[in-house]
Every structure is written in C-alpha cells, then in structure tokens.
C-alpha cells in the first residue's frame, strides 16, 4: 500500500513541476518578437555574434565590463553563437540561451529547495520563483549576467553531490567535471563572479582538505578544466603582454575609489540587498536604482509598510537561515546550507566596497536567495496549527502573485520602458528599420540619412540585417544642408507622443515626403525645400 502512494505521490510531484516549467516557459517566450529587449549593450554582442558565424573571427575576449575598459572571458559569446548558428533568423536567436538557462534554473531550484524544506514547500517556492518579474524581465533578452542564476545554482548542487558519503569513483569524476566546466563558465559572466568564485571555490576545497575528502585526481581535472574553458582569454593575454588585467586592476580602482565614506558603502550596499529581495519575490520595481528612500518613493501611500515589511523579511529570514544552518543534525543539509551562506556572505562583502555602484541588477547573481528566505519563513509558520498554515501560506502566495502581475504588466506593456523596462523594445524599432531600408531600396538614387533619436544604433543594426549599408547615421539638419544635394533625403524618428505634434512647420528648410505611423515611434521623411 506505502509502495502504491508513493508511487501516486510521485506522479503528483511531476505533473505539479511540469506545469510550473510550462507556465516558466510561457512567460518567457510570450511576445517575444515585440518584447526583446534590444539595446546598444545587444547590439554589440549581436555583431560579435554574427562574425562568429560568417567565420570572420572567434573572439579571445567576451563582452566588456561596465563602465571599465576591462573585458570578461568570451564564454558567452560562444554559448550565443551555439544558437545564432542554429537558427540565423534575427535577435531573437540570441535570447533562447537566457530562457534556456533560465528555465534550467528552476529545475535546479526545486531540487536545492527539496533538500532543504521538503517537497511541498519546495514546490511553492519553485512557482513563485517561476512567475517572479524581476527573474522573468532578466530572462528575457541577451545578456551575460542573465545566465548567472543557472552556473551559480549548479555549482552548490555539484559540490553538494561532491560531498555526498559513499560517492561512486564514476560519479566523483562527473561531477568534478561539471565544477571545472562551471567554475571556469561562471569567471566569465560577471565581475562580482571573478572575485567571488575563486574565493568560494578555494574554501570548500580547503574545507574538504580538512576533512581528508579532496582527491587529487580529479581536483586536478576540475583546475584543468577551469584553465581550459578560460584559455581564450590566456591566450589574450599571453599575446598583448597583460593588457586586459591592466584594464581590470585599472576598473576595480576606479570602481572602488569612490568619494563616499565607508559606512555610506555599508549603508548603500545594505539597503540594496534589502530592496533587492523585495523586488525579486514580489515584483515591486520601484527603479534599478537602490533608491529605496529617496524623496519620492517616501511620498508614497504604500512606502512605510513596504518598507518595513522589506527590513523584516530579510533580517528575519537571514535570522531563521543561520538559526536552521546550526541547529540542523543530517550532516548532508547543513553542508549544502553552509556553503549557500558562505557564498552569501561573500556576495555581501564584495557590494560593500562596490557600494556606490551597486545596482539592483547586481542581484541577479542572487535570484535563489529571497524564495530561500521564504522557505525559512515558511518553515516557522508550518509549527503553528495547521489551519493557520494554510491560510497564511495562501494569502502570501496570492498576495505575492498579483504584486508580480501588476509589476509584469508595469514592465512589459507600460510606455516608460526607462524605468520598468530597461531600454528599446525590439517590436518598436524593428518597423521602423523594415520601413526605412524598403523605402531606401525603393529609391536608390537618394542620399539618405537618419537624424540621431534613442535607438540608433539598434535601427543602424537592424536596417543592415536588411542589406541596406548606404545610410549616414546620427545626422543633424546642418550635415544635411551642406551635402547641398537635390537627392538628400532625412529620416526623422520620434516617438509616438512628441510625432503627433508635428507638421511642416517643425522642420524649416525642409519638405515632409511621407509621415508614417509606426506605433511608437512616428518617422517623417523630409527632403531640402527647393
């Protein structure tokens, strides 16, 4: 009879998790071709990309490093060209990694999460994590840090099953295997992962050390293998005698040389810890910026209990982590909830001197953690009456549910892509560069140009995918005028709210060809007044 529940019990969990991973899916994929996410930052990687699969060139380096002249391990770039390759359709190709990986990050999740809070609680926790808006904005576009949440989930759960007693010689060798490639994947996708990893890493190996665990066999394959998916980048600097580490100990000067005090650091970074958990669990972007107490969210009806609610729910949940980390007895559990606190308190101790840069997006790398501290939460309330669970269990999955509907909404179909979304919508542009390379196709004896606007470089990008090379980009009336040619024609590309309010009159000196509607944005064609 036990054998028959269990065996139903199964089931229920698979078909519970199955559709946790579809609804995941959905998010993800839905409206893709109108939602991408397509900045200057896409761009960049997007032509890198395409010379890979025209076999112009495999790059040493991958993407750069914010606001230094320091480049990352080019890892990504060739997890990109795996599906650019593939398809070879459009910017879309290069999103289906992060949604891929993304996806991947659950399963992962709902593993960890069993083995700490058990099956149930687990599988709420999975859900929440699978509808969060903060993780879904993130996994949605083609960015190097989005895919931080996998590698990170599946290094804890490797050097968890590493550590596991009576461990195969098959099964150690695997698993070391997956820690090389994933350590060595990990130093290249974010520069807190550069600092953080190896730390992490050299302390549960010197852990196992201690404990006479460590095999040298395969701790020697897992350095080869994290010196072989980094040897692009060695080669790089073997060739050009140390110049990309010049450029990284040149940024983490800049980046850590800063004119505030230390503890405003400790406060910067505190608060955005704070602030980050409440965006990630319930959607709640107030902006990117870890501007929890400026002036005009204070102004806000909701802000004093979110804000306390915020403060309570990380302390209390860091609190009820450390308190369920020394009280617990299966040796198993508590070696994979110590090394989840270690690299926490890592994490935590690099954003300090890194306080005045800290940003939400920062937190990316920490996905897992508030749905972790949920658990813990969740875990105290289970020892009240069981009615009382319940009901506190729903309203806070009901209550977390729509926040993240509301913010989803606020995100994706809001007009304010600078604040919720983040930048240019590939559904916005693309119209408008079809428009513009058809036209110029259709007139091959103009000379045409395009007025500098927000997206430039993304129209540039997109209006060459077309074939069409010709156009003179980030123009002004002025250039125009001077090229005093009869065939001279401009492109003039505004939104939608500011393009309904001109006419002739907007542009002296110049004849409206065409106005044309676009839905954000509206492009007029002009040509010189004869």
């Not at 397509?38 to 040493?60: H, K, T, W, Y």
């Not at 079809?434 to 004896?445: E, F, H, L, M, T």
Request: include cysteine; proline fraction near 5%.
């Amino acid at each position: 009879m036990e054998k028959i529940k269990s065996f139903f019990w199964r089931k229920k969990i698979i078909l519970v998790l199955s559709a946790i991973i579809l609804l995941a899916i959905f998010l993800r994929l839905h409206n893709t071709q109108y939602w991408l996410r397509f900045n200057d930052d896409q761009v960049r990687d997007a032509l890198v990309v395409d010379r890979m699969v025209s076999g112009e060139e495999f790059p040493l380096l991958g993407p750069k490093a914010g606001g230094t002249r320091f480049k990352l391990g080019p890892a990504f770039y060739y997890i990109e060209y795996l599906s650019a390759a593939t398809f070879q359709k459009s910017p879309i190709d290069l999103a289906y990694p992060i949604i891929f990986f993304s996806v991947l990050s659950i399963l992962l999740f709902f593993y960890i999460g069993r083995k700490i809070f058990g099956t149930k609680i687990s599988l709420i926790l999975t859900f929440l994590f699978s509808i969060s808006a903060f993780a879904i904005k993130y996994s949605r576009f083609a960015w190097n840090p989005n895919i931080m949440p996998f590698f990170i989930l599946l290094l804890f759960l490797s050097f968890h099953q590493l550590n596991r007693k009576n461990l195969s010689q098959k099964s150690r060798w695997i698993w070391s295997a997956i820690i090389g490639i994933t350590i060595g994947v990990s130093l290249q996708l974010h520069t807190t992962l550069l600092f953080i990893v190896p730390i992490f890493c050299i302390l549960l190996f010197l852990h196992q050390f201690i404990k006479k665990s460590l095999h040298p066999a395969p701790f020697l394959m897992i350095i080869g293998l994290i010196f072989l998916t980094n040897l692009p980048s060695i080669i790089y600097e073997v060739r050009s005698d140390g110049k990309n580490f010049a450029a990284f100990s040149q940024g983490f000067l800049e980046k850590t040389t800063t004119r505030i005090s230390l503890p405003e650091k400790i406060q910067n970074s505190l608060v955005c810890s704070v602030q980050s958990h409440t965006a990630i669990l319930s959607g709640v972007l107030l902006s990117d910026d870890c501007d929890m107490f400026s002036k005009n969210n204070r102004k806000l009806s909701w802000f004093w209990p979110v804000t306390l609610g915020s403060f309570l729910f990380f302390f209390g949940g860091l609190l009820l982590f450390l308190k369920d980390f020394f009280r617990e007895k299966n040796s198993d559990r508590k070696y994979l909830l110590g090394i989840i606190l270690v690299f926490l308190l890592l994490f935590s101790s690099l954003l300090i001197p890194l306080g005045e840069e800290v940003s939400l997006r920062f937190f990316i790398a920490l996905l897992f953690s508030p749905f972790l501290f949920l658990g813990f939460w969740m875990k105290l309330f289970s020892n009240w009456p069981k009615k009382a669970y319940i009901f506190i269990v729903i309203i806070a999955t009901v209550l977390i549910v729509a926040s993240n509907a509301i913010f989803f909404q606020k995100i994706f179909l809001s007009t304010d892509e600078g604040k919720f979304f983040g930048g240019n919508r590939l559904g916005d542009i693309d119209p408008v560069a079809q428009y513009i390379a058809s036209d110029v196709r259709k007139n091959p004896q103009q000379k045409p140009f395009v007025f500098s606007f927000g997206a430039t470089r993304p129209l540039e990008y997109l209006i060459e995918k077309r074939g069409v090379r010709e156009i003179r980009y980030n123009s002004s009336p002025e250039e125009m005028s001077e090229e005093n040619s009869p065939s001279a024609t401009a492109y003039v590309v505004d939104n939608d709210s500011s393009g309904k309010d001109k006419n002739q009159d907007s542009f002296p000196g110049f004849e409206i060809v065409e106005e044309k509607d676009l839905g954000k944005y509206t492009v007029f064609k002009i040509t010189p007044k004869k």
